[in-house]
């Protein structure tokens, strides 16, 4: 298998394991502590009028449905965790998959969640990281402890790409 293509799978692979992590920890947290999940419809209505040139809404929820949104916000969750792995590994390379270690995970996995709180949540109506919902602290305590167990994927879906695929 050529470098490259061992690049995206490993980015495939890792980033749709840290997403689901990710996902696993947000029903932990819906079940056990009460703490609503974000709406993936509204991610997919967001990222359906950004192509058609619409990219700030004043509340996304008031804005026109888009045909297949809730498809297209987990499609593109998923999606943007494998650009996000493929980040860790360009930056670390791919000797980090081989041997994985936890912080450069965690440095990555932080680091997303500059994409939410400057680039979605304004787009979606609630201001640069979350500044105009009700609590902007709880909300952005939320997007980094979401974005933390996505760094904690990261490093676990790195372990266990060798137990699933020889590369």
Not at 19 to 33: E, G, Y
Not at 37 to 61: P, T
């Amino acid at each position: 298998m050529s470098e490259e293509l061992e690049f995206v799978v490993r980015a495939a692979l890792i980033g749709g394991g840290a997403t689901l992590v990710m996902d696993l920890w947000a029903l932990f947290q819906k079940v056990v502590f009460k703490v609503p999940s974000l709406n993936y419809a509204m991610v997919g209505r967001w990222f359906g009028h950004c192509m058609c040139g619409r990219f700030m809404h004043a509340k996304i929820a008031e804005a026109p449905p888009v045909s297949g949104e809730l498809i297209l916000g987990w499609m593109l969750h998923y999606g943007i965790g494998v650009v996000f792995a493929g980040a860790l590994l360009w930056i670390w390379g791919l000797e980090w998959a081989y041997q994985p270690t936890l912080l450069p995970a965690l440095i990555v996995g932080v680091a997303t969640v500059v994409a939410p709180f400057f680039v979605m949540q304004p787009g979606m109506g609630a201001g640069i990281a979350a500044s105009k919902t009700p609590n902007p602290n709880i909300a952005r305590l939320r997007s980094l402890v979401a974005h933390t167990s996505f760094g904690i994927g990261l490093y676990i879906a790195a372990l266990l790409v060798p137990f699933f695929i020889q590369l």
